[in-house]
Nanobody, 128 residues
Framework: QVQLVESGGGLVQAGGSLRLSCAAS????????MAWFLQAPGKEREFVAV????????YYADSVKGRFTISRDSGKKTVYLQMNSLKPEDTAVYYC?????????????????????WGQGTQVTVAS
């Protein structure tokens, strides 16, 4: 049984930082592309960042480029999202997701519908 468990969300002032963690179990972590998505109330789920397992390459949404960093620790089966210079518009529920690496191009992994496994989400609230 695959489980993705997020942690690290919370309330932070604008300009502050948070680090989200997603611990995976029940899957061969090294075979999976791991990603973060966000969902604000009344809006569709949006891509934030992805890290591939093959070469560790990373891709980001334009809105977070230069502020957020995705990383993975294969030994701990955990993926992280370091979020710096947070803005009120970053407020959302953040979800961790996983899909088997299939050699797709970067655009493929920006589509939330391609992912097989999801965490329960963690709330991030940025106060102005």
């Amino acid at each position: 049984q695959v489980q993705l468990v997020e942690s690290g969300g919370g309330l932070v002032q604008a300009g502050g930082s948070l680090r989200l963690s997603c611990a995976a179990s029940g899957l061969t972590f090294s075979r999976y592309v791991m990603a973060w998505f966000l969902q604000a109330p009344g809006k569709e789920r949006e891509f934030v960042a992805v890290i591939r397992r093959s070469d560790g390459s990373t891709y980001y949404a334009d809105s977070v480029k230069g502020r957020f960093t995705i990383s993975r620790d294969s030994g701990k089966k955990t993926v992280y999202l370091q979020m710096n210079s947070l803005k009120p518009e970053d407020t959302a529920v953040y979800y961790c997701a996983a899909v088997r690496e299939n050699g797709g191009n970067p655009a493929y992994y920006r589509d939330y519908r391609k992912y097989d496994y999801w965490g329960q989400g963690t709330q991030v609230t940025v106060a102005s």
